[in-house]
């Protein structure tokens, strides 16, 4: 079995991206396409409207998520902070990959509360893709880099 060199983690804000979405979306680690139906009623269940971050709070989510690496001694190569969503590119690490994020999300969220943010900001789970070989892992960490430019 191949090494995992990496990889590249994405998640959405709270409604922003439901299951349904007419651009597709990810369930269980599968591409889905679009559902009407699904989407409105996942609509219909949010507890808040959609968060779409400003300028400022993916700033203080970017310095937030950058110190928490360094807190768990994990190498971020590429990160992305948009209005809509996060992507990170980030070195392998023998730690379970539900806990970096949920070490990532949680960074984020506290920099927000402490700015003022109340309610839902993330939502649940994430998408991951691994990275077995170095051209996959330069192919999204160019990725990332260049949607970081995208703003």
């Known amino acids: 079995m191949a090494k995992t060199l990496g990889y590249l983690l994405t998640w959405t804000t709270y409604g922003t991206w439901l299951q349904g979405d007419e651009r597709g979306y990810v369930k269980n680690g599968k591409i889905c396409g679009g559902n009407k ?9 949010q507890l808040q409207k959609a968060i779409k ?6 700033q203080l989510m970017q310095e937030a998520i950058r110190k ?11 990160l992305s902070v948009k209005s809509t969503h996060i992507h990170i590119v980030a070195r392998y690490t ?3 990959i539900y806990k970096v994020v949920a070490y990532f999300k949680k960074a984020a969220r506290l920099a927000l509360k ?10 649940r789970g994430f998408d991951k893709r691994f990275c077995f070989d170095q051209p996959s892992l330069e192919q999204r960490i160019e990725y990332v880099q260049k949607h970081a430019k995208n703003i």
């Open 37 to 45: 139906n699904l989407m409105q009623t996942n609509k219909r269940s």
């Open 53 to 58: 971050l400003s300028k400022v709070q993916r």
């Open 68 to 78: 928490e690496a360094v807190l768990q001694g994990q190498h971020i190569y590429a």
């Open 94 to 96: 023998p730690q379970p």
């Open 114 to 123: 402490a700015n003022g943010h109340n309610g839902k900001l993330w939502t």
